[in-house]
């Protein structure tokens, strides 16, 4: 089933410290490179500044993540594995907590609590045995883009399901669940065919 919100925060809470500091020391880092090498850092085009913070706040994070949860790049970009229940992804939201980048194949089966037969492979060699529910620690940044402005943990099935502040402490927990079909339960993170893989890039490329 997928975690509640409940479940979800009791999960990432011990967390909620170190993922505030590695996305204000991250952006702190890209302040400084636009500072003292602003060629350098002015030639980037969006999804490579994005890219590069999102590295930095997974490098941050590696460091210092609680001890229930671990920084894995096993399907090929940097998340955290918590309690082997939930995959997190680092993401540049817009307003309405949806990431900003045009989504990769596998970001949208991730999008939607879809995991691949490949992608259990490479989870299985983590120890992970069964779909974890995938959040997103996503941040909104400030309208000149030097600072962040809000983190978040969002849940999607696509649709939004719950979201709440990342704050350190039971107090910042205040989560907005959303009910896009009410009395219908969303789906349970699931593991799809390699048949039922080239259904939906077939659907997503129409």
């Known amino acids: ?11 990432t809470l011990p967390s909620h410290e170190a993922m505030q500091d590695a996305h204000h020391d991250s952006m702190g880092l890209w302040n400084r490179l636009l500072l003292d090498f602003p060629k350098i850092a002015t030639a980037l085009q969006s999804a490579e500044k994005y890219a590069f913070l999102h590295r930095l706040i997974g490098q941050h994070l590696a460091a210092n993540v609680a001890a229930n949860a671990r920084y894995i790049d096993a399907l090929g970009f940097a998340s955290l594995l918590i309690e082997d229940r939930a995959l997190v992804r680092f993401k540049h939201l817009d307003g309405s907590f949806k990431p900003r980048a045009y989504p990769t194949n596998q970001q949208q089966h991730l999008g939607r609590q879809e995991f691949t037969e490949e992608m259990m492979e490479q989870l299985a060699i983590e120890g992970v045995l069964a779909p974890p529910t995938v959040l997103t620690l996503g941040y909104n940044e400030s309208n000149r883009g030097d600072a962040i402005d ?6 999607r099935t696509p649709s939004l399901q719950y979201f709440y502040d990342v704050k350190p402490g039971a107090a910042g927990f205040g989560p907005t669940v959303v009910q896009p079909f009410p009395g ?4 349970a993170p699931r593991v799809i065919s390699k048949r039922q893989e080239e259904e939906q890039g077939a659907q997503d490329a129409d």
């Open 1 to 11: 089933m997928l975690l509640t919100p409940e479940e979800a925060h009791a999960l």
């Open 184 to 187: 219908i339960l969303p789906p």
């Open 150 to 155: 809000r983190i978040v943990i969002v849940c």
